[in-house]
C-alpha cells in the first residue's frame, strides 16, 4: 500500500530570526527523498518540526489525516537525530528486541558485531554506535523514516551496505535524509530540495546547487 | 506496543536515577527508623530536592535520549510523571515500612 507524507505551511522563528516560512514537501512509499543546506539552515528544526518534538506552525498530512506530534505514532514515522540517541546502559540485543529488529541478519551485513549481542551501546566506538542505531531505524516498522545527517562517522563501505538496506526497505516507507555529502545524496535519491533561506527549493542539477548559492563551482 | 514492552522501556528511562532515588530512600528511611515521625517533614522535602535534581541532570547531561524514547512514542512529559510517581511511592512505601518496624 501507497502513503503519503505532505509537509506544508511550517513557519519557525527564533527569537525574532524566521527559520522556515515556506517549506513544502511530499514523500511517498518507495521514495527516497533529499534535504541539502547549508549549516544552520533549518534542516533539522524541519525534521523536528515534522516528528513532532519542535513546536512550530505546520500542516503534516499523513495519508490525508493532520498528525501534529507524529512520534506519538511509531508505526506513522521513525526519526534518526543526528546525535547518538540510544541510551548508553542497554545492550545491542535489547535495543534489537525494542526496535523488534533482527540482529542475525545485522550481523550478517556487519560481522565485525558477531558475538556482540551482549555488548553495551556505551562501550561501541562512535561508527558502530552510529551503525546499529542507524540500522534499528531504518529496518523497525513503519512508514516514514527521517534520517537527519545518517552517515556521519560511518566508513564508505559501510555506507554502501546501508544504502543496499534502505534499497531493501524502500518498497514499504518513505525516506527524507539530510546530509552534506550532496553528492551521495543526488546519486541515491529520487528527488532533492535544497533549504534555503526557510524556504525549501526543489534540485534537478548541479546548476540550481549554484543558483541557489549551495556550491560555488 | 504491548503492557510489557512500555514497562520495559519505562524502566530504562527510570534506570538513569534509579540508583540514586533507592539509596536516598533507604537513607530516609533509616533515618525514620532511627529519629521517629519528628524528622519525617525534612525527609520529603530532601526526596523532593533529589526529585528535582535528577531531573535537572537528566534534562542537562541525557537530553539527546529522549528520541530513544519519543521513537516508541513517549513523551518527555509522559517518561517524568510515570517515574517520578513511581519514585515517590517507592519513597511513601519505605517511610510507612520504617515507621512499623520502629
Redesign the interface.
Known sequence: MKHTLEISGMRLLFDERLILSDVYMKIETGDTVGLLGRNGCGKTCLMRGVYGTLECEKSVIIDNISVYEAYKKPGLIRYLPQHHFIPKHLTLKRVFRDFAVDFERFTELFPVFQLRENTKIGHLSGGMHRLAELYVIIKSDTKFVLLDEPFTHISPVQIETIQSVIGEERPRKGFLITDHLFKRIQESCNRVYLLSNGKTHTVENDGDLKKLGYIMS | ?NFF?KI??IF?FY??FVWVSVFIDAACAYTLWQHGISVYKALFWLKLFSMGASFYLVNEY?K?????F????F?KKSLWIITLAFDLLLFFGLMILACQLR
Open positions: 506496543m514492552k520495559r522501556l530504562s534506570n538513569y541525557r539527546q535520549e529522549y528520541f530513544y519519543y521513537n516508541f512514542g513523551s
